[in-house]
C-alpha cells in the first residue's frame, strides 16, 4: 500500500477478507462490519499501526505480525471467541 495506507468502507462477505502484506506509513483504518469469520490480518503495519472500528463476526478477529509504533486501538464490539493476539506489540502496546 502507499504513504497513507488502505481506508476500508463497507461490509465484508461470510468469510471475511483476509490481508497479506506491508501496510504504509499510517497503516490502514478499517470502518464497518466484518463477516461471519471476521478479518485475518497477516503482515507488518504501519508507524502509526492500525484502527479499527466498528464489529467483528463469530469468530472475532485474529491478529498475527508486528504492530508499529504506537500499536492498535481498537473501538467496537468483539464477537464470540473475543480477539486472540499474536506476535510483538509496538511502543505503546494496545489500549
Sequence with gaps: MGKHGVTWVGNMGKHGVPWVGNMGKHGVPWVGNMGKHGVTWVGNMGK????????????????????????????????????????????????
Excluded at 491478529?63 to 499474536?86: A, E, F, I
Aim: hydrophobic share 35%.
Design 48 to 95: 502509526h499501526g492500525v484502527t479499527w472500528v466498528g464489529n467483528m463476526g463469530k469468530h472475532g478477529v485474529p491478529w498475527v505480525g508486528n504492530m508499529g509504533k504506537h500499536g492498535v486501538p481498537w473501538v467496537g464490539n468483539t464477537g464470540k471467541h473475543g480477539v486472540p493476539w499474536v506476535g510483538n506489540m509496538g511502543k505503546h502496546g494496545v489500549p
